[in-house]
């Protein structure tokens, strides 16, 4: 069974950067897509940046050209850029990981938090 670890959150001025990571217990090797999903107080979850296996990239419109995901197969890690945080930001991070569609995992979350 695949854990999938979060780190890097932490309290932060507006437009300044943080890099989260996701490290997994296996090969991210074993998924088609890997990314970021945050939660924000009172609002539901929504999808922040993916990768796939191919290594094509998807972002938020609300993150494009502030975030970039990455991946490093050695580590088995996923990283999140987040560069000119904004207060909006503020979030629970969750790192999820997909195999075939039919097999998601999650992180537990990291919380993030700008203050403006």
């Known amino acids: 069974q695949v854990q999938l670890v979060e780190s890097g959150g932490g309290l932060v001025q507006a437009g300044g950067s943080l890099r989260l990571s996701c490290a997994a217990s296996g090969s991210i090797g074993n998924f088609n897509v890997m990314g970021w999903y945050r939660q924000a107080p009172g609002k539901q979850r929504e999808l922040v940046a993916i990768?796939?296996?191919?290594?094509?990239?998807n972002y938020a419109d609300s993150v494009k050209g502030r975030f970039t995901i990455s991946t490093d197969n050695a580590k088995n890690t996923v990283y999140l850029q987040m560069n000119n945080l904004k207060s909006v930001d503020t979030a629970v991070y969750y790192c999820?990981?997909?195999?075939?569609?039919?097999?998601?995992?999650w992180g537990r979350g990291t919380l993030v938090t700008v203050s403006s």
């Open positions: 999820y990981a997909d195999r075939l569609v039919v097999l998601t995992y």
């Open positions: 990768i796939t296996s191919g290594g094509s990239k």
